[in-house]
C-alpha cells in the first residue's frame, strides 16, 4: 500500500473518530473535563495527520531517503607518504624501539 492509500484510510479513520466524539458530546454533554480532553486529542490528532500530509506530499519526501549523502570509499590502499609525520597509534614511536 502506498503512502498516499495509508494517509487517505487514516484520514477516513479519524473522520469516524471526530463523528463519534461529536455524537458523545451531545449525548452527555460537552461541559465535562474529560469529553473537553478527548475533543482536544482528536482536534490534535486531526492538526497532526494533515502536517504529516503535507510532510509526506513535499517534494523531498518523495525522493530516496538518505541516498544524497553517501560517501564511496575505495578499496585501493591509501599513499603511505600521507603518513610519514605521525607514529603508528598506540605503538610508540618507530625511531624510539629499543
Known sequence: ?????????LQRCLDDLLRSVGRLEQRIGGGGIDIRRVRADADHLR???????????????????GRGDLVTIPDTPYDSSLWTDSDDEGLGAHRNRH
Open 1 to 9: 500500500m502506498s503512502v498516499h492509500d495509508e494517509l487517505s484510510t
Open 47 to 65: 492538526e497532526s495527520v494533515a502536517l504529516l500530509r503535507e510532510a509526506a506530499t513535499a517534494p523531498t519526501a518523495l525522493a530516496a531517503p
